[in-house]
């Protein structure tokens, strides 16, 4: 993560923090970066250069490294396909979500899932995961 700059104030640090808790808490959702730039009080582009500006990537590019931290831990834990995964954690894209886990990963999801399990542990049944992560609602 990039340190901010000593320019920046306290006040623009706080609204850049709020985003960043929105998007942790709303991963999995579908989120539009202008919502998220106007929940912090800014027009898109110009939340999108401040973003970058105090923690060193941007909004989407953060959002993408940490549903691919999440996809990781179920991929080690969960006993979901990968397609399964990359819809719970918010991606939309099977080949989207593959290229994004290489870039940041080094391997492909299935190569990381077969290296991570120990051959001790067994994995959470899919029900339990789809539950627990709202699959079953009945809309």
Not at 8 to 27: P, S
Request: hydrophobic content about 40%; aromatic content about 10%.
């Amino acid at each position: 993560m990039g340190s901010a700059p000593s320019t920046l104030d306290t006040g623009l640090l706080r609204r850049m923090r709020l985003a960043r808790d929105t998007m942790d808490r709303e991963w999995a959702d579908p989120l539009d970066v202008a919502a998220v730039a106007a929940r912090a009080g800014y027009s898109r582009y110009h939340f999108v250069r401040l973003f970058n500006e105090v923690y060193g990537e941007t909004p989407g590019a953060y959002l993408a490294r940490r549903r691919v931290e999440r996809a990781q831990d179920l991929l080690r834990t969960a006993n979901l396909t990968v397609t399964e995964i990359c819809m719970l954690v918010g991606f939309t894209s099977l080949g989207t979500f593959c290229t994004r886990f290489k870039q940041q990963v080094g391997m492909t999801p299935t190569e990381f899932r077969r290296r991570a399990r120990t051959a001790g542990s067994s994995a959470i049944p899919g029900c339990f995961v789809l539950l627990w992560a709202g699959g079953f609602r009945k809309d």
